[in-house]
């Protein structure tokens, strides 16, 4: 069984340029998630996705953080304009059901990608 | 917000000993994950813990949940040097959010 592909693997960019991370969950999997892991702490939820709709981006920067998942499969995250403190791994991961849900917990499992390493100089 | 908080936060042990990793958590829920990530790498699932009392055992890790105290325990049993990595426990809220704790870095000395 595939894993959860994510691209690029490392990127490096200025602040205040724009840059996008894409991912792709394993199949079959509803639930989309991405996490930022800042060097030396857990992984930070940003936003949550159940097919294309989102359930949970309360933390989120909204103001120059974007994600979308339109076709309830792939999924991509943008940031725009970046400061040096967006320096970090941006991990993805997917899940079969929705943590919290109702299913079974083998389904709530969440698998993760290899991550983006993002430098802002 | 949900807090989850681990510790230690580094540990460095000898091959051979046990220890125990702590990880609370700040509010209501009845499912904690314990994931391992090795430097450069992604997280990788160790065990889920339902309800209050669940123990599991993989190998020389054992997890174990007490919910009326929001306490998990990660043991670790006669440590050998594979199993130098970061542990992070997870916790799964009801309102369908999904907290890591801070990690703690473990190195086994041979």
């Known amino acids: 069984e595939a894993g959860v592909a994510q691209s690029p693997r490392y990127k490096i960019i200025e602040k205040r340029q724009s840059v996008a991370f894409w991912c792709n969950p394993i199949s079959g999997h509803a639930t989309l998630y991405w996490y930022q892991q800042i060097l030396g702490q857990g992984p930070k939820l940003l936003i949550q996705?159940?097919?294309?709709?989102?359930?949970?981006d309360s933390q989120l920067p909204k103001d120059r953080f974007s994600a979308e998942r339109l076709k309830g499969v792939d999924s991509t995250l943008k940031i725009q304009p970046a400061k040096l403190e967006d320096s970090a791994v941006y991990l993805c991961?997917?899940?079969?059901?929705?943590?919290?849900?109702?299913?079974?917990?083998?389904?709530?499992?969440?698998?993760f990608g290899a991550g983006t390493r993002l430098s802002v100089l | 917000e949900l807090k989850v908080e681990q510790n230690p936060l580094f540990l460095s042990m000898q091959e051979g000993k046990n220890y125990t990793i702590y990880c609370n958590y700040s509010?209501?829920?009845?499912?904690l994950y314990w994931y391992r990530q090795d430097p450069g790498k992604s997280l990788e699932s160790l065990f889920v813990l339902l309800s209050n009392g669940a123990v599991k055992q993989e190998g020389r890790l054992m997890a174990s949940l007490d919910t009326k105290a929001r306490l998990s325990t990660l043991h670790i049993t006669a440590a050998v040097h594979d199993l130098s990595a970061t542990y992070f426990c997870?916790?799964?809220?009801?309102?369908?959010?999904?907290?890591f704790g801070t990690g703690t870095s473990l190195t086994v000395i041979p």
């Open positions: 997870a916790v799964d809220s009801i309102g369908n959010q999904f907290y």
């Open positions: 996705f159940q097919n294309n709709g989102v359930v949970d």
């Open positions: 509010t209501t829920s009845d499912r």
């Open positions: 991961a997917s899940s079969f059901g929705l943590a919290g849900g109702l299913l079974g917990l083998a389904k709530n499992i969440q698998y």
